[in-house]
């Protein structure tokens, strides 16, 4: 079977379901993870888990390369299940290992709409890794919330009872009104990273930032935000008031191991030995 994406470009529906089967069970999917900062203490406060494919030539394909094929095939649930899995399993693995436990936030994609027991599934899958479920995020991307809004909500809802942290993610980008954002179950808003370019040096940025900020604030969401380059784009977050941040000028996303390595001390483990 064939299909054409919104780009235009053909693609074989069978052989690219054939394709993510054969590299979720070759270890070819990765889970990457990004660090989420508090910028008045400059530490790590969570992170968020990103999906990457590994080539042939040892580097690694980006989400955009391969997530709108894997929509168009249907196949989007299963690598989103694959990923919330892998977060689980090292949320544990560091529990068992006695590291500081932190947060890990996972992007589920609208495809999970269509399945009247996708927050059921959720959850089951949770308490079977046994992992807390304050120490898991769930992130919709904003556009979602046109898509079928009772739906969403009532699975949103679920879920935040349930104890999970729920994101709306690029915020800005899916003209969602303040009304739908006031009454969605949703605790955490991360604000796009087109929304925080450019707010180093244009003043009239900043202040539409400050705004959008500001109105979050009223819905009473948490809020990060997203695409943080610079240490002047910090200031400007921190001289608004506002303290969480995830981008590139604390880390790229990276590999677990490496994750580990820079951010995640044995101090439990010490002090159980002590
Ligand atoms: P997202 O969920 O908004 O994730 C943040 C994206 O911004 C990541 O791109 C990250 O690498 C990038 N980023 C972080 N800091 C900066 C920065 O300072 N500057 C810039 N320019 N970019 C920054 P990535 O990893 O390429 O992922 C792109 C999108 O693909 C994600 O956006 C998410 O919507 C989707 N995605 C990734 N993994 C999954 C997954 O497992 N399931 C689903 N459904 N979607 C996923
Ligand atoms: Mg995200
Ligand atoms: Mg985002």
């Known amino acids: 079977m064939y299909n054409t994406t ?16 054969a590299a979720l069970q070759s270890g070819e999917v990765e889970m990457f993870l990004q660090p989420k900062f508090s910028l008045t203490e400059r530490r790590i406060i969570g992170a968020e888990a990103l999906t990457r494919w590994k080539k042939q030539d040892g580097g690694y394909a980006l989400p955009s390369e391969f997530i709108p094929v894997l929509e168009e095939c249907g196949n989007i649930v299963e690598l989103d299940y694959y990923i919330y899995m892998m977060a689980l399993s090292v949320i544990k693995k560091w529990e068992i290992e006695g590291r500081n436990l932190l947060p890990i936030s996972v992007n589920f994609s609208r495809a999970h709409l269509k399945d009247d027991d996708f927050a059921k599934k959720v959850i089951k899958i949770s308490d079977y890794y046994g992992v807390a479920r304050n120490l898991v995020g769930i992130e919709i991307t904003e556009t979602i919330l046109h898509d ?12 935040q009872k349930a104890g999970f942290k729920i994101s709306i993610d690029d915020f800005g980008t899916g003209y969602s009104s303040l009304d739908l954002l006031l009454e969605a179950p ?26 959008i900020a500001h109105l979050v604030g009223i819905a009473q969401k948490d809020i990060i935000f997203e695409g943080v380059e610079t240490e002047r784009q910090a200031s400007v977050i921190l001289e608004l008031g506002y303290n969480k941040a995830q981008g590139f000028l604390f880390d790229r996303p990276v590999s677990v191991k490496e994750f580990e390595y820079k951010y995640l001390s044995f101090d439990n483990f010490s002090k159980l030995m002590a």
């Open 186 to 211: 949703v605790d955490v808003v991360k604000i796009d990273k087109k929304f925080v370019k450019g707010i180093g040096h244009s003043r009239t940025k900043r202040d539409y930032l400050e705004g």
């Open 6 to 21: 919104p780009e235009g470009h053909i693609i074989n529906l069978d052989r690219a379901r054939c394709a993510l089967a």
């Open 148 to 159: 079928d809004n009772k739906k969403l909500i009532s699975d949103l809802a679920t879920l």
